[in-house]
Nanobody
Framework: QVQLVESGGGSVQPGGSLRLSCVTSSSQIGVYDMGWYRQAPGHQREVVATFSTLGRMNYADSVKGRFTISRDNAIKTLYLQMDNLQPEDTATYYC?????????????WGRGTQVTVSS
């Protein structure tokens, strides 16, 4: 079982920045694909950015050029730097870890951190 704890959310004005962190309980974070997802009220959860075990990063079109995902396996932490935030970025942001072991996929989620962008 892998536990994920997000932090760094808050309220900012449009154009502001936040940095989200996700600390994992796993001592082997390097074997997991990691990602950030978000869910706004009345909407489905959507992928924001992912960082694979092979170092490949992918972003949703809506955040390209504004958000940056990174990971530090040594301290078991995933980050999401969010710049030029807009009201449509308002959502609860979740961290996810995915691992495949012996042919079976395991998915773990954090409880989320709230991001609110408003003037």
């Amino acid at each position: 079982q892998v536990q994920l704890v997000e932090s760094g959310g808050g309220s900012v004005q449009p154009g502001g920045s936040l940095r989200l962190s996700c600390v994992t309980s796993s001592s082997q974070i390097g074997v997991y694909d990691m990602g950030w997802y978000r869910q706004a009220p009345g909407h489905q959860r959507e992928v924001v950015a992912t960082f694979s075990t092979l170092g490949r990063m992918n972003y949703a079109d809506s955040v390209k050029g504004r958000f940056t995902i990174s990971r530090d396996n040594a301290i078991k932490t995933l980050y999401l730097q969010m710049d030029n935030l807009q009201p449509e970025d308002t959502a609860t942001y979740y961290c996810k870890a995915t691992g495949v072991f012996y042919g079976r996929e395991y998915n773990y989620w954090g409880r989320g951190t709230q991001v609110t962008v408003s003037s």
